[in-house]
């Protein structure tokens, strides 16, 4: 930290970096204890014998930790099933999004095809609450087959996340700048070459940005799952109601399934955390 | 190598402004021409639309005598250079060189033989390997450029090249792009809204207004005889000064008068073109060097008249002194040698030189021929 040196009577500075921050460590700490105690919770839980769930006073750490609400979650309750079903249908989705996004994006940004208009109905889709499509969607589907299959849930999936992989890809090919792909034109690419070559390795940041969210989206989606799904393609979302039943609740599975629901999740936060900051930031690309 | 020929350009943009109204133009092999005019004139549009990237509305543009309406940008077989340059972030320098010539599926030993010649040629055989984001701006205009001598086009098109560089490093490039031209003597069609930068650089001037040709010609002759108001004061740093007057007959020999009192005679040897416009309200336009200090002893020329003024603002530069006083009310801007004045409220004597002048119809704006 530089200080500095003003004339005159000397000004009454605070020492930095001497005192301890009380009132921000205190800050992070109830931000942190709000976010870590719930998984704490889940994490001990599922590794807990089922009489320690409720135990007055609570079980910090089980004496003998157990792994059975783990393999009864993921085979009793057909959690792995769902596991596969959930990885298939996110991938799957979000490679459609970003594709068919990225590609859209670029024809809005770089054609303003459909004038104004257009641009801004992409995005009003996600002003519909799910509620109001998913009739509709649940009867067209039975309609023409598409009901508890793979496939159905990759389309909904895919419309679902569309706008959003849209309005993030069209923001960022909108602050990318045009004569680049001017350049790749003159020096000898076609429009698609000028946009393989040029605009989508630049896009890639933002790609990975939007790609991420649209994973996610699909990956903790739950409505139209429970609608759209029964036996065969359901999700593993849809998989937790089976844990709530007469006989109560079973919170040691659940809590195992829900450590095993988050995996994906974190392991692709690690992998593409460099892209992410860049593409959320809408990375300035300068020459 | 190619010749140039526009005819009846029109270009429209949606939201209707029509930045280009109809452009008539010929440009000869290997002709360095430079577009200038004031932001908006269109002369970038103009560019653009002779490489491609923009449709034109109407008329028709030939390279090398064949009408390229219809081609894409990359089969009109021209190279451009961008303000912002416009290198590829994402790939090293020899890559953005070669970027051209792989588009073109030439074989990869060839396309490493000729980006090297090029780097060479620029003196960028260093950066090679760089990414453009580690190199200065000087660097990253000379490696845009290379890219476009690269692939040897018919012509080359620069759209303000030099904008973004600072001053010295401006005319650096300036005098290397002339170098470029004279070495390889490609026809360049070059943008700029910078007089000098069109003055020094051009074969032949360009320009524009308003979507129009104003006047084209080689650089001094478009200094020395502008046909409109607008280019005399385009051209020429500093401006030209205008100045409210009118033209009348005392003794037999026309002069200027100005409301205020004072008068300067006509050159005789040129008063004869400007006969009609006696009793005739004119713009004076007198450029800062054709107003000079008499020199003692040397004979005055007949075109010169004096006159006193009251010095009000004095700018040394070194080299040169610019100097203002008030005439007929508008200040007028004099280049004069250092130390000639010193202090503002010197009243000195000056001559105008009446061979120099031009008179511009006020009306009209065009300057009165003679």
């Known amino acids: 930290m530089t200080a500095t040196v003003s004339a005159g009577p000397a000004p009454r500075r605070r020492r930095r970096g001497r005192r301890l921050p009380i009132g921000r460590i205190l800050l992070l700490g109830i931000y942190l204890m709000f976010i870590l105690a719930p998984l704490y919770w889940v994490l001990i839980t599922s590794i807990k014998p089922s009489d320690d769930y409720l135990a007055v006073p609570p079980v910090w750490f089980p004496d003998a930790p157990t792994i059975v609400h783990y393999t009864a979650a993921l085979f009793a309750y057909r959690g792995l099933q769902g596991l596969i079903n959930s990885l298939i249908i996110s991938i799957s989705a979000t490679a459609l999004s970003c594709l068919i996004g990225t590609l859209m994006a670029y024809s809005l940004a770089r054609f303003r095809t459909g004038g104004m208009h257009l641009s801004f109905w992409v995005l009003s889709q996600r002003f519909l609450p799910p509620i109001a499509i998913i009739l509709p969607l649940f009867l067209n589907y039975r309609l023409v087959g598409l009901q508890d299959t793979h496939v159905g849930m990759i389309l909904a999936y895919t419309m679902f996340t569309l706008p959003v992989t849209v309005w993030m890809m069209y923001a960022y090919f909108r602050q990318m700048p045009r004569s680049l792909e001017d350049a790749a034109l003159v020096d000898g690419c076609t429009r698609w070459q000028a946009l393989w070559t040029v605009a989508i390795p630049l896009a890639v940041p933002g790609i990975v940005a939007a790609a991420i969210f649209t994973f996610i989206a699909c990956w903790t989606e739950f409505f139209f799952a429970l609608v759209l799904t029964s036996r065969d393609a359901f999700t593993l979302p849809t998989v937790f109601r089976a844990f709530l039943s007469f006989q109560g609740a079973q919170y040691g599975e659940a809590s195992a399934l829900a450590i095993v629901s988050l995996g994906p999740s974190i392991i692709l936060g690690v992998l593409v955390q460099k892209h992410l900051v860049r593409g959320l930031t809408l990375g300035a690309i300068r020459g | ?370």
């Open chain 2, 1 to 370: 190598m190619a010749d140039v020929k526009i005819t009846g350009l029109h270009k429209r943009y949606s939201g209707g402004v029509h930045a280009v109204r109809g452009v008539d133009l010929a440009i000869p092999d290997g002709q360095f021409t430079v577009l200038v005019g004031p932001s908006g004139c269109g002369k970038s549009t103009l560019l653009r639309t002779i490489a491609g990237l923009e449709e034109a509305d109407e008329g028709t543009i030939e390279i090398g005598g064949e009408v390229v309406n219809d081609y894409r940008p990359r089969d009109r077989d021209v190279a451009m250079v961008f303000q912002d340059y416009a290198l590829y972030p994402h790939m090293v320098v020899a890559k953005n060189i070669g970027f051209g010539l792989r588009a073109r599926k030439l074989p990869p030993e060839q396309i490493k033989a000729r980006v090297a010649e090029a780097a060479e040629m620029l003196g960028i055989t260093g950066l090679l390997d760089r990414y453009p984001r580690q190199l200065s701006g000087g660097q990253r205009q000379r490696v845009a450029i290379g890219r476009a001598i690269v692939r040897d086009p018919k012509l080359f098109l620069f759209d303000e090249p030099l904008s973004n560089l600072d001053a010295q490093l401006r005319d650096e490039m300036r005098t290397e792009i002339k170098r470029l031209h004279q070495e390889i003597g490609t026809t360049m069609i070059y943008v700029t809204h910078d007089q000098i930068e069109a003055m020094t650089l051009a074969d032949r001037i360009v320009l524009m207004r308003d979507g129009v040709i104003e006047q084209q010609g080689a650089p001094l002759e478009l200094f020395e005889r502008p046909a409109t108001r607008f280019v005399a004061g385009f051209l020429g740093s500093p401006q030209m000064n205008f100045v409210e007057s009118r033209i009348e007959r005392a003794d037999g020999r026309l002069a200027l008068v100005f409301d205020e009192g004072r008068s300067l005679p006509l050159d005789p040897a040129r008063a004869s073109a400007f006969e009609p416009w006696a009793g005739r309200p004119v713009t004076l336009g007198v450029r800062p060097e054709h107003i000079s200090r008499p020199a003692d002893g040397t004979a005055r020329k007949p075109s010169d008249q004096p006159i006193d003024v009251l010095i009000d603002l004095v700018q040394p530069t070194g080299t040169r002194t610019y100097a203002e006083f008030k005439l007929n009310g508008t200040e007028v801007t004099v280049e004069l040698p250092s130390h000639t004045v010193e202090k503002p409220g010197t009243t000195i004597e000056l001559v105008v030189d009446m061979s120099r002048v031009i008179l511009i119809d006020p009306e009209t704006r065009d300057v009165i021929p003679g």
